[in-house]
C-alpha cells in the first residue's frame, strides 16, 4: 500500500506512513467510493501509487538495464577482441608443422625465408669484415660486396631452401657465379651453416620466453640435439603480418653454431 500523501510504500496493516507520518487508511469518499461504483469489494482495493513515483521506479529500472547491457557488450568486445588476437608463438608451432608435412606453401606464409637468410648474410658477413680490420674505405668496400652478392645470391639459395622443406633431402647447394672473395665467403658460409643446422637433427622443445613490442616479436626457443645435454637456446625475429606472424630472423647465428660444436 502507498500513502497518498508523499507515496512510499507501506504495509496492508499500516495506519500510518512510515515516511511521513500521514494516516494510510483510504477515505470511502474517494477509493471505496470508486471500488463501490464499479462493483468491487471495498476490502479489496488497493491504493495505487502516485504517477511520479511510478515514473522514478521505471527510469531506474532503465538505467539498471542499460548499465547490464553496456557491460555485456565491454566484455563481449573484449572476448572477441582476445580471442581474434595472433599469437607469435601459435604461428611459429604452424610453421614447424608445416615444415615436419614438407608443405611448402604454408612454410612460406610462417617464415619469410629470404628475409632469414639476409639476415644470416649480415651477421656473417659482419663478422668477416671485423677479422679482416681493415681500414674504412676498404671495409666500406666489403660492406657494399656483401650486399651485392645477398641480392645475386640469396634467391637461388632461397629456393633451395624450399626445395629441402618439400623434398626433405640436401641436394647440391647452388654455387656463387661471380669469381671473388665476398661472394665465396658467403657461398662457403651457408653451405657449411646450413649442413650443420640439418645433421645436428634438432627438435622442438618449446617457448622459453617471449617479448612482443608492436608488430615485432622475439622469442627464447629451446630445442634439442644429440650433440649436447643441454638445450640449444635460438633467439627468433618475428614480424606481424595480417593475422598472423611471421619468422624474419634468427639472432646471434655465431653463437648458435658455436653451441653446435661449429667453429
Same mark, same amino acid.
Given at each position: 500500500?502507498?500513502?497518498?500523501?508523499?507515496?512510499?510504500?507501506?504495509?496492508?496493516?499500516?495506519?500510518?506512513?512510515?515516511?511521513?507520518?500521514?494516516?494510510?487508511?483510504? #477515505?470511502?469518499?474517494?477509493?471505496?467510493?470508486?471500488?463501490?461504483?464499479?462493483?468491487?469489494?471495498?476490502?479489496?482495493?488497493?491504493?495505487?501509487?502516485?504517477?511520479?513515483?511510478? %515514473?522514478?521506479?521505471?527510469?531506474?529500472?532503465?538505467?539498471?538495464?542499460?548499465?547490464?547491457?553496456?557491460?555485456?557488450?565491454?566484455?563481449?568486445?573484449?572476448?572477441?577482441?582476445?580471442?581474434?588476437?595472433?599469437?607469435?608463438?601459435?604461428?611459429?608451432?604452424?610453421?614447424?608443422?608445416?615444415?615436419?608435412?614438407?608443405?611448402?606453401?604454408?612454410?612460406?606464409?610462417?617464415?619469410?625465408?629470404?628475409?632469414?637468410?639476409?639476415?644470416?648474410?649480415?651477421?656473417?658477413?659482419?663478422?668477416?669484415?671485423?677479422?679482416?680490420?681493415?681500414?674504412?674505405?676498404?671495409?666500406?668496400?666489403?660492406?657494399?660486396?656483401?650486399?651485392?652478392?645477398?641480392?645475386?645470391?640469396?634467391?637461388?639459395?632461397?629456393?633451395?631452401?624450399?626445395?629441402?622443406?618439400?623434398? %626433405?633431402?640436401?641436394?647440391?647447394?647452388?654455387? #656463387?657465379?661471380?669469381?671473388?672473395?665476398?661472394?665465396?665467403?658467403?657461398? %662457403?658460409?651457408?653451405?657449411?651453416?646450413?649442413?650443420?643446422?640439418?645433421?645436428?637433427?634438432?627438435?622442438?622443445?618449446?617457448?622459453?620466453?617471449?617479448?612482443?613490442? %608492436?608488430?615485432?616479436?622475439?622469442?627464447?626457443?629451446?630445442?634439442?640435439?644429440?650433440?649436447?645435454?643441454?638445450?640449444?637456446?635460438?633467439?627468433?625475429?618475428?614480424?606481424?603480418?595480417?593475422?598472423?606472424?611471421?619468422?624474419?630472423?634468427?639472432?646471434?647465428?655465431?653463437?648458435?653454431?658455436?653451441?653446435?660444436?661449429?667453429?
Amino acid at each position: 500500500m502507498y500513502c497518498t500523501s508523499c507515496g512510499a510504500s507501506n504495509t496492508s496493516t499500516a495506519s500510518f506512513c512510515k515516511e511521513c507520518g500521514k494516516a494510510t487508511t483510504p #477515505s470511502t469518499s474517494g477509493a471505496t467510493a470508486h471500488a463501490e461504483s464499479s462493483g468491487q469489494d471495498p476490502l479489496t482495493v488497493h491504493i495505487v501509487p502516485p504517477p511520479e513515483r511510478i %515514473g522514478r521506479e521505471r527510469r531506474k529500472s532503465r538505467k539498471v538495464w542499460i548499465g547490464v547491457g553496456v557491460v555485456a557488450a565491454i566484455i563481449l568486445i573484449f572476448v572477441l577482441f582476445s580471442a581474434s588476437r595472433p599469437d607469435p608463438e601459435d604461428s611459429l608451432n604452424h610453421a614447424r608443422f608445416a615444415y615436419l608435412q614438407h608443405d611448402q606453401v604454408n612454410f612460406d606464409k610462417y617464415v619469410d625465408v629470404q628475409s632469414v637468410l639476409g639476415d644470416w648474410a649480415d651477421q656473417a658477413g659482419n663478422e668477416w669484415v671485423q677479422e679482416q680490420k681493415p681500414g674504412l674505405p676498404a671495409r666500406l668496400i666489403m660492406q657494399g660486396g656483401i650486399q651485392a652478392a645477398k641480392g645475386a645470391y640469396l634467391p637461388d639459395l632461397s629456393q633451395w631452401v624450399d626445395h629441402f622443406v618439400i623434398s %626433405g633431402t640436401l641436394t647440391q647447394q647452388p654455387q #656463387s657465379n661471380a669469381n671473388n672473395s665476398t661472394d665465396n665467403f658467403l657461398a %662457403g658460409f651457408f653451405s657449411s651453416g646450413l649442413r650443420t643446422l640439418v645433421s645436428s637433427q634438432l627438435s622442438y622443445e618449446g617457448v622459453a620466453s617471449k617479448s612482443i613490442s %608492436g608488430a615485432s616479436a622475439l622469442l627464447n626457443v629451446n630445442l634439442h640435439t644429440p650433440l649436447r645435454t643441454q638445450p640449444v637456446v635460438v633467439k627468433i625475429a618475428m614480424q606481424k603480418v595480417g593475422d598472423h606472424w611471421r619468422v624474419v630472423g634468427v639472432q646471434d647465428l655465431a653463437g648458435l653454431l658455436q653451441q653446435l660444436g661449429q667453429s
